[in-house]
């Protein structure tokens, strides 16, 4: 690939790239496109970018991912009845790309699957589409390095969350082995939760992968044809394509019938009267969550905080202020959804007033979550160590 054509470099880009070959020896030297993804990934830092490198060519050798291809992928037969996925053609530029119904995955079935076998799974399909970036670099007569996600969260519950340490895990293996290989990922169909896993997922991804998300609702699809042919593009997502079996593997049955709905709590709020949920946060980046229906939209719904103090400092003047103003809602029997990001330690109290009603009383439909505050860690991008990845 290393003939077909590429941007030019700038006189330091050669020179990083001259410096960086210096320092590998005659077996661990690769093509230059391969050294410039890495050079590229640490903006050009030679040392940063020969230790990535190293790091990687040892992984590589030590798993024998040259050969993985020639291997059956793992977990095709276990995966029929817990996920629908697969690869789908080509966008614009060529990029492969992979759709999957992230949405519509059985959670709890697949962590019941050997870890290293998931991610060997993953590393397969990754090697599968550089192996078709490479072909379709030959007939387009250009240089193809990225590849596409199209992940489907249609059906999506908070029950993503359960999948947290396997995704930080195959996160940081995409970003320490196979840096610059994202073109975008697309996040469709979003659902009403989505605010929330995403605040969550986003932080364990590298600035330069978050710019290359695209995040779409069930109104918006139509924006993927800027990013696809028609022709590419299975209808269901905007497109014309209706591959002769489908362009995906059909959903699992028993996934067809999961509500996206959280379970909710009901409580009867009379004639009069308010209802509140208080919340204790410590205000390190933690985030509330509502989803609420309510019987009637003449009840006022709204967010209290009372800051926390030390003993020897509390004060008689601590005053409650309301951090979500009270308002109607803009549903009755639909669902209402917000979120509020907690900066500051204290007691959070959501309230739903029913105190200008004189006689009706209401039925309240509700689930309250709080988001876990991030560690610096996950706030600075960092991940666990680079030697927990081998296969």
């Not at 591959?243 to 019938?257: D, F, R, S, V, W």
Request: aromatic share 10%; glycine share 4%; net charge negative.
């Amino acid at each position: 690939m290393s003939n077909l054509p590429s941007r030019t470099l700038t006189k330091s880009e050669e020179k990083a790239l001259a410096d960086l070959k210096g320092k590998l020896s005659e077996e661990s030297l690769a093509d230059e496109a391969t050294l410039l993804r890495f050079l590229r990934a640490r903006e050009f830092d030679v040392d940063g970018a020969c230790r990535q490198y190293m790091a990687t060519w040892e992984w590589r050798r030590n798993n024998d991912i040259d050969n993985i291809l020639k291997t059956p992928r793992p977990l095709t037969e276990e995966l029929k009845n817990i996920m629908s996925y697969g690869f789908h053609k080509f966008d614009k530029e060529g990029r492969p790309c992979y759709v999957e119904k992230t949405g519509r995955v059985d959670v709890s079935a697949l962590l019941r699957l050997p870890e290293d076998q998931i991610i060997r799974w993953h590393v397969w399909n990754t090697e599968k589409q550089i192996e078709q970036m490479a072909e379709k670099s030959i007939e387009l007569n250009k240089e193809i390095t990225t590849l596409d996600h199209l992940h489907d969260l249609a059906g999506a519950s908070l029950n993503l969350r359960k999948a947290l340490s396997l995704f930080t895990r195959l996160v940081k293996l995409d970003q320490e082995y196979y840096p610059e290989r994202v073109g975008k990922i697309f996040l469709v169909n979003t659902p009403w939760a989505f605010p929330y896993l995403w605040r969550v997922a986003k932080s364990f991804l590298d600035p330069k992968t978050r710019d290359k998300c695209v995040v779409l609702n069930s109104l918006e699809m139509g924006k993927l044809l800027d990013y696809f042919e028609a022709e590419d593009l299975p209808v269901e997502y905007g497109g014309t394509c209706r591959c002769e079996n489908g362009c995906l593997p059909e959903i699992p049955k028993h996934m067809l019938a999961m509500s996206e709905d959280p379970e909710l709590k009901e409580e009867y709020i009379a004639a009069k009267k308010s209802f509140s949920h208080k919340i204790e946060c410590e205000g390190k980046n933690e985030s509330i969550g509502w989803f609420y229906r309510i019987s009637s939209k003449d009840i006022k719904f709204g967010v209290s905080f009372l800051k926390r103090c030390d003993k020897e400092n509390e004060s008689s003047n601590r005053r409650e202020e309301w951090v979500v103003k009270p308002d109607y809602p803009l549903h009755g029997s639909k669902a209402n959804v917000g979120f509020y990001h907690c900066t500051s330690a204290g007691t959070y109290t959501l309230v739903w007033d029913n105190s200008q009603s004189r006689f009706m009383s209401r039925t309240l439909k509700y689930h309250v979550m709080v988001s876990e505050g991030m560690t610096d860690e996950q706030r600075n991008g960092s991940t666990p160590s680079i030697n927990s990845l081998e296969l």
